[in-house]
Nanobody, 118 residues
Framework: QVQLVESGGGLAQPGGSLRLSCAASGSIVSISIMGWYRQAPGKQRELVAAVSAITGSTTYADSAKGRFTISRDNAKNTVYLQMNSLKPEDTAVYYC???????????WGKGTLVTVSS
């Protein structure tokens, strides 16, 4: 069973930065599709950024382009989301998702809260 643990959330001021981390159990990050999602109060969960398993190609939501960067450290089985130029509308619970491409099975972390407020 894959376990994902997010960390790095907290309170940031508008224009500030945070870096989220997602640590996975086992040596599986390098062969899985990793993604960051977020869910704001009263809204549906949405994709923020994802990185593919083999090529390492990345995908970003329009709201994240130019501000957020997803990266992966295979040696540490960890995926990061660097968030810069934060806005109040970035306030949400951020979730890490791992998808094993051979069976399209998804694993989710429990989430970490990001609050952007002055």
């Amino acid at each position: 069973q894959v376990q994902l643990v997010e960390s790095g959330g907290g309170l940031a001021q508008p224009g500030g930065s945070l870096r989220l981390s997602c640590a996975a159990s086992g040596s599986i990050v390098s062969i899985s599709i990793m993604g960051w999602y977020r869910q704001a109060p009263g809204k549906q969960r949405e994709l923020v950024a994802a990185v593919s398993a083999i090529t390492g190609s990345t995908t970003y939501a329009d709201s994240a382009k130019g501000r957020f960067t997803i990266s992966r450290d295979n040696a540490k089985n960890t995926v990061y989301l660097q968030m810069n130029s934060l806005k109040p509308e970035d306030t949400a619970v951020y979730y890490c998702k791992l998808r094993t491409p051979w069976n399209d099975r998804d694993y989710w972390g429990k989430g970490t809260l990001v609050t952007v407020s002055s």
